[in-house]
């Protein structure tokens, strides 16, 4: 029964994608007249956090540009990585469905995560970049052509084309090699993440990325995982070079609960430290904080997980204001199953001001 409407699945993606392409030139016209009156945002990271700030900002604006980390070895994308030598495409696609317009029958034939046989456990989004990548020059083009098949609001690209692994030095001196390994090994030894870097330590950036960091109105950092999935990105010379440089008014948004192995019992300015610990020169216009709240049952089940609230006390302000990084504080909160995220709208809409803000 499962393999008959596996069949069924994959013999109606064609006829799926050539409907949403349909509707997508239906709006096209619009969208280049509406995209020039709007701010150009940049957003970097990876994970579900940059997903689910992306799906508020194309509200907004359809001049947005993703930039996302190529250092995810772990599931679905692991795998991918390993066997086909191509870079991981997981939180390339979140970020793609997050901008995408499509029917919600498209967003769940992406989303759909094979149960049976040799593909049991991969996701079928994951499978359709790495068949794009196999007739394409190389990865870059592959998501632009991903991204043009799925009608994508703005630009989704990989920060770099190079094969990068991600390291972590904890603090009782063990270097542990691979993203996935990283809060895994840190809790084994009791030890936190004293700092991250990569391999190549010289990796490149892709072109892009740096032109769209230079024209930039707002450039926004996470939400996210603070060690593998931000900062990853700003340890490649050429973006630091180019968010140090930028004239584009710089946000930070750090994650509304603490991650095991990651980032323990860090508050609003440990993570602000980890930024610029790796990123020396940058410097951060505001940094955008969650002020809502939490109910005693939500507090105890992220406890039961090693999670507790990301919290601001007045030594932080302090040393905050000392860096000249302005607080927004926001009740920023929102429970979806059980689960915390930010309020993807509020947070849009904040971010929009800001960007207003640089333009007048």
Not at 227 to 232: A, D, L, Q, R
């Amino acid at each position: 029964m499962k393999s008959l409407s596996n069949m069924r699945l994959i013999k109606n993606i064609k006829k799926l994608i050539k409907k949403n392409r349909t509707n997508t030139d239906k709006s096209s016209n619009f969208v280049k007249i509406f995209s020039k009156q709007k701010p150009k945002i940049v957003a970097i990271g990876g994970g579900t956090g940059l997903s689910v700030l992306l799906r508020g900002l194309k509200q907004f604006t359809p001049n947005i540009t993703a930039i996302v980390t190529v250092a995810d070895d772990g599931g679905g994308s692991g795998k991918l990585r390993e066997d086909l030598g191509m870079l991981p495409p997981g939180d390339i696609r979140s970020c793609i469905l997050a901008l995408a317009e499509m029917e919600p029958t498209m967003e769940k034939l992406f989303q759909y995560r094979f149960t049976e046989g040799s593909l049991k456990g991969q996701n079928f989004g994951n499978l359709f970049i790495a068949s794009m990548n196999g007739i394409s020059e190389n990865f870059e083009e592959a998501v632009k052509k991903v991204s043009e098949v799925l009608a994508v609001t703005g630009k989704v690209i990989p920060v770099s084309l190079e094969n990068i692994t991600l390291y972590a030095k904890l603090e009782n001196g063990s270097v542990i090699k691979g993203e996935s390994n990283i809060p895994i090994k840190s809790l084994e030894q009791e030890s936190p993440v004293d700092k991250v870097f990569i391999k190549p330590r010289e990796s490149k950036a892709v072109k892009e990325a740096i032109i769209a960091i230079k024209e930039a109105d707002l450039i926004v950092l996470g939400p996210g995982s603070l060690y593998t999935s931000i900062i990853p990105n700003i340890l490649i010379n050429s973006i630091a070079k180019g968010l140090i440089d930028t004239e584009a008014t710089k946000v930070y948004i750090p994650n509304i609960m603490t991650q095991p192995g990651e980032t323990d019992g860090y508050s609003v300015f440990n993570h602000v430290e980890g930024v610029i610990r790796h990123c020396k020169n940058i410097s951060l216009d505001y940094i955008i904080v969650n002020s809502k709240k939490l109910s005693q049952k939500t507090v105890e089940k992220y406890k039961l997980e090693g999670a507790s609230l990301v919290t601001l006390n007045k030594k932080g302000r302090e040393r905050l204001e000392k860096l000249n990084i302005k607080v927004i504080e926001e009740e920023l909160v929102e429970i979806k199953k059980d689960y915390i995220r930010h309020d993807t709208t509020r947070l849009a809409k904040i971010l929009m001001d800001l960007a207003r803000r640089k333009e007048s």
